[in-house]
């Protein structure tokens, strides 16, 4: 697996070496820049994944630098997390309005400051992983997700949904009219696990009309029953020939799955699962069984 790397846009050498090191045991790739110039050739030379950047700096400051980077559609999207020292309420703003994602002030604790930058790499990877159609996050997301999961251990179940008979229907209707639907289909099923499990489920989109749900199989039930009474109650309101639509989903439990080779069993079975969902030829449910 590749390192994270992280750009660290410090002047003061014991900061610097602090940081290097607590970033470096916590399994990151660290780049030091000594001035304001130096940080904007390692953004651009290694495309990091987050860069930290103290607003007083030579050459050029980190207000100029965040400015710069944020205005540029190739770097724009490259999270900040600014140091400072000062800690006027206007200093903090003017950072924030340049560009900057978060903030610490100095000095910091480094366990949180390892933390922040987790977070911070975590929620930029999502983001730009999202699917341009439904703004859920994409198959990157979802893998991370499968991965937190299985990790974790706790009672949880995959659900593939699917419209059967979909590309068809697609063809007929065409690109705009069918990415209607499955905008509206991607806010439904959101909906009903947001409905269902408090805020504490997982939406993400594949492509087309595939979805991946990821929650606790406490409330696999519940969502699945919202998600195709919805569908159903919904596809007379679908543009062109929507008869032959049907919502299909698949379900299979992580229980007994190890975080290394669970991924890969766990597509098995919801690849098992979903094809007999399919096979009924109408809105329909299977969870995967060993038999």
């Known amino acids: 697996m590749l390192l994270k790397k992280v750009v660290i846009a410090e002047d003061d050498d014991a900061i610097a070496h602090m ?18 110039e130096e940080a904007l050739r390692l953004v651009k030379a290694h495309d990091p994944d987050l860069l930290v950047l103290d607003v007083m700096m030579p ?13 540029d559609v190739m770097w724009s999207r490259t999270p900040i997390l600014m140091l400072t020292a000062l800690v006027q309420i206007d200093d903090k703003v003017s950072g924030l309005e340049a560009g900057a994602d978060a903030y610490m002030s100095k000095p910091f604790d480094l366990r949180e400051f390892a933390a922040r930058v987790k977070a911070l790499i975590r929620s930029a990877r999502r983001e730009r992983d999202r699917s341009p159609t439904t703004n859920l996050p994409g198959s990157r997301a979802i893998d991370e997700e499968i991965e937190v999961v299985l990790k974790a251990g706790k009672p949880t ?27 509206n289909l991607g806010q439904w099923l959101l909906e009903a696990a947001r409905a269902v499990s408090g805020g504490g489920a997982f939406v993400g ?23 195709e009474s919805t569908f159903d109650a919904k596809r007379a309101t679908f543009p062109g020939d929507a008869a032959q639509l049907a919502l299909v989903l698949a379900i299979a439990p992580t229980e007994g799955l190890s975080p290394s080779t669970g991924a890969d069993e766990l597509g098995r079975r919801l690849g098992k699962a979903m094809k007999a969902a399919k096979s009924a030829g109408k809105t329909n449910h299977v969870v995967w069984s060993a038999g």
Do not use: P, Q, W
């Open 157 to 183: 179940a995959c659900v593939h949904i699917d419209i059967l008979n979909f590309d068809g229907y697609a063809d007929a209707i065409g690109i705009a009219r069918s990415e209607d639907t499955v905008r």
């Open 19 to 36: 940081v290097n090191m607590a970033l470096g045991d916590a399994g990151f790739l660290c780049l030091r820049a000594r001035d304001g």
């Open 59 to 71: 050459r050029v400051d980190g207000l100029e630098v965040a400015r710069r980077l944020k205005a």
């Open 205 to 227: 989109h594949i492509g087309g009309s595939d979805f991946i749900a990821v929650l606790s199989l406490e409330h696999v039930t519940a969502f699945v029953a919202s998600a």
